[in-house]
């Protein structure tokens, strides 16, 4: 792993812009994107800077994921607008180069997660602030670490199944939820060289991003996702490593 874990926070950054909608404003008035940022700061051996989806190139140029292992990603409203040449280079930094990506809440739906995933990525939902209790399901895993069996977010969008992803590699964490669904919501896979982590909770009209419990996962996350010092391997045509005659007719 990397001795120094550089991770890029992204952030549509519209939400908490937005004059009609308060509650963002009111809990993330400087951006979901610092409040993760923020927490991250604190854990030894990473470093955090943020892009947003109104910079340059999203903030996201060749130059800024070359030197990111890890990249956050959350997105809502402004999915469709995010440059097809942007999320092309993400995926080849993922596949081809072994950074890793956090994916976020409604970030499911995001152009890059969908073409990881190879699928929809659609799913129920449900907007009144219920409760959702996270449940460890791999308390060996290293994304679970800290965790109890549980915990609870107080009031929280429901996502239920199902959940149009492929099967994960490794699945962590199920939600319940208290109008009775369930959902996947810690879910791990590999993409070539690339780990990708989905974490559902995270709704932009609630603090959650505050929580602790959700803190240590997103930290967690990172560190799981972060490169790993693999080999990289070459193509085409090669030189035996044994001696072989060639043959002849």
Known sequence: MCNQIRVTVWNEFIHE?????SLPKKYYPEGMHTVIAKYLETLPGVSVKCATQDMPEHGLTQEV?????????WGHV?????CDKVVERLQERIVLGGM???VLHS???SKIFKKLMGTTCNLKW?????????????????ITKGLGDYFEVPHSEMYGERFDIPQP?????ASWYAGGEIFRSGCCFHRGRGKIFYFSP????????????????????VEWAAPLATTVHTYGNVEPLETVEPWSE
Do not use: C, F, M
């Not at 812009?17 to 909608?21: K, L, M, V, W, Y």
């Not at 402004?78 to 995010?82: C, I, K, R, S, T």
């Open 65 to 73: 994921l070359d030197a990111t292992d890890v990249l956050i990603w």
């Open 169 to 173: 590699d490794e699945l962590v964490l």
């Open 78 to 82: 402004g999915h469709a607008d995010v």
């Open 126 to 142: 449900r907007e009144i602030g219920e409760k959702e209790r996270v449940w460890v399901l791999d308390p060996a895993h290293p």
């Open 100 to 102: 890793g990506l956090v």
């Open 202 to 221: 995270g709704h932009e009209t609630y603090p959650i991003y505050y929580q602790p419990e959700v803190q240590l996962v997103i930290g967690n996350g």
């Open 107 to 109: 970030g499911h739906y």
């Open 17 to 21: 812009r937005s004059e009609s909608e």
